[in-house]
């Protein structure tokens, strides 16, 4: 019998508006202000529009090329896929593709740019490492951030983030910053500069407020689609364990795709501020899903 699924998160989904929003007037006032500084404005609505392309039609790709991920049949990984579909038909959700990362990272994420093209990619060490039900509990949390579409608006802002820098480096190649003589480049490189770095915070700073709510939103969902947050907890509060057992070196090289795991990679010693952390405490999203369980037990059928 389906669970019932209720709904996206209409606090994620307020947030997800907003930033998109915010990022979008900020990135019309930057191009506005290289516009002014000399640039063309083709040169820059092309060079602008042209990535933002490129990354919605790849992004999902160059996520999984970055894991050495491979999309799997149901005859090379029939558990995984089982598991995958017994959640999907639980939920009433489409399937999503399904992938493996041989590493030794124990991590998963979801990829895609909607429902139809979207992957739930996990890594031979997350599989190696947990228990069937908190594999399904994680299987569940990437899930829900498809299910939310999350997805589509962290891969997007994720990328406009970077189109500043390209866009500077692009356009003082080609002459822009020399554009209006000698004696006004200097003044006009350093307006573009300073300008450039505001976009970059601001957009930095956004999507950094939206990853954490995300993650509470898709733990959440993980607790609606398996009825069972502890299995979810339990994966975390392992994963955190197995993760201080990774050599930095590994953990660095995964730490472009921290926005997108379940559980980021931090090289050991390393700490991050609540301000620019991509994910909120482990502690505190394991206290919240035992919380879920508590009102489970206490009210069976109750929503969470």
Not at 212 to 228: H, S
Request: aromatic share 8%; hydrophobic share 50%.
């Amino acid at each position: 019998m389906a669970r019932r699924w209720y709904g996206r998160d209409g606090g994620l989904s307020a947030r997800m508006y907003l930033t998109m929003f915010g990022l979008g007037l900020i990135y019309v006032v930057f191009i506005s202000v290289l516009i002014a500084a000399g640039a063309g404005a083709i040169f820059v609505l092309v060079i602008a529009g042209g990535f933002a392309l490129v990354q919605l039609l790849f992004g999902d790709k160059l996520a999984l090329a970055s894991m050495r991920a491979q999309v799997t049949t149901p005859e090379q990984a029939p558990e995984l896929h089982a598991v995958v579909e017994r959640l999907c038909q639980l939920s009433d959700i489409p399937k999503p593709k399904v992938a493996v990362s041989r590493v030794d990272l124990p991590n998963a994420f979801a990829a895609g740019h909607n429902r139809r093209t979207a992957t739930v990619c996990v890594t031979t060490g997350l599989m190696e490492k947990l228990e069937p039900r908190e594999l399904e509990g994680v299987i569940a949390h990437e899930l829900a951030h498809i299910a939310n579409r999350d997805v589509i608006v962290m891969t997007v802002a994720g990328f406009l983030a970077t189109v500043a820098g390209l866009l500077i480096r692009f356009s003082f190649y080609s002459g822009m910053a020399g554009g209006r003589g000698r004696d006004n480049s200097a003044v006009v490189f350093l307006a573009v500069v300073v300008v450039s770095v505001v976009v970059y915070v601001l957009s930095f700073l956004l999507l950094r407020a939206l990853s954490r709510y995300r993650e509470y939103a898709a733990d959440r969902g993980a607790a609606m689609m398996t009825g069972a947050p502890a299995q979810l907890a339990a994966a975390l509060g392992r994963i955190s364990g197995e993760m201080s057992r990774i050599p930095s070196r590994d953990l660095r090289a995964a730490e472009g795709m921290n926005a997108f795991f379940i559980m980021p990679a931090v090289a050991k010693g390393f700490s991050l501020s609540s301000l620019v952390a991509t994910h909120p405490p482990t502690e505190k999203r394991i206290a919240r899903l035992l919380a879920m369980q508590a009102t489970l037990d206490a009210n069976p059928g109750s929503v969470l």
